[in-house]
T-cell receptor
Framework: GENVEQHPSTLSVQEGDSAVIKCTYSDSASNYFPWYKQELGKRPQLIIDIRSNVGEKKDQRIAVTLNKTAKHFSLHITETQPEDSAVYFCAASTSGGSNYKLTFGKGTLLTVNP | EAGVAQSPRYKIIEKRQSVAFWCNPISGHATLYWYQQILGQGPKLLIQFQNNGVVDDSQLPKDRFSAERLKGVDSTLKIQPAKLEDSAVYLC????????????????FGPGTRLTVL
């Protein structure tokens, strides 16, 4: 089955700096890669996703890049703010017939220091 | 639009007891998922329903876990008997339909049920 590795497990940055979180996946058939943000005690919320037919996607301060050859994708947050502090999860999915399954990484605890 | 609802939010039980969780997905969402999230880890899929049929339960410990979605809307997840290692947050998520039918597969999560087994 799919295996998703996520690094780093913790990341501390100063407000205004950029943050980068990287994930690798094992199944070359994976074709959908979402990123979720989970604040303490809250539900995971989708912040951005990318499909295998594009290499990069941006949404304001957030961007995701995908390298299918190397089987890795990254989340980039620019001009970080204290409210960006949370756990971020990457995930990868494959689809087969009526089923597609999300496999999550173990998460990155991002702390943005004021 | 109302989000995914779950209850209870917290549950504390003794090992070997049974427990049930309830999930109400977003209206119109055909696909429903149950995840287990152990502290410090990402969510792990336990079971996926398409309407009222199971499409993936490969990671569900079927000797103690069961789930149903009888009318294709609400779902319940049951653990009987519970073990200490079942302590986790149980997340329910829903999506409109698999990608191959609608092109939409974003999963929306509920607030979760935090289970503590003593």
């Amino acid at each position: 089955g799919e295996n998703v590795e996520q690094h780093p497990s913790t990341l501390s940055v100063q407000e205004g700096d950029s943050a980068v979180i990287k994930c690798t996946y094992s199944d070359s058939a994976s074709n959908y890669f979402p990123w979720y943000k989970q604040e303490l005690g809250k539900r995971p919320q989708l912040i951005i996703d990318i499909r295998s037919n594009v290499g990069e996607k941006k949404d304001q301060r957030i961007a995701v890049t995908l390298n299918k050859t190397a089987k890795h994708f990254s989340l980039h947050i620019t001009e970080t703010q204290p409210e960006d502090s949370a756990v971020y999860f990457c995930a990868a999915s494959t689809s087969g017939g009526s089923n597609y399954k999300l496999t999550f990484g173990k998460g990155t605890l991002l702390t943005v220091n004021p | 639009e109302a989000g995914v609802a779950q209850s209870p939010r917290y549950k504390i039980i003794e090992k070997r007891q049974s427990v049930a969780f309830w999930c109400n997905p977003i209206s119109g969402h055909a696909t429903l998922y149950w995840y287990q999230q152990i502290l410090g880890q990402g969510p792990k899929l336990l079971i996926q329903f398409q309407n009222n049929g199971v499409v993936d339960d490969s990671q569900l410990p079927k000797d103690r876990f069961s789930a149903e979605r009888l009318k294709g809307v609400d779902s319940t997840l049951k653990i009987q008997p519970a073990k200490l290692e079942d302590s986790a947050v149980y997340l329910c998520a829903s999506s409109l339909a698999p990608r191959w039918t609608s092109g939409t597969d974003t999963q929306y999560f509920g607030p979760g049920t935090r289970l503590t087994v003593l």
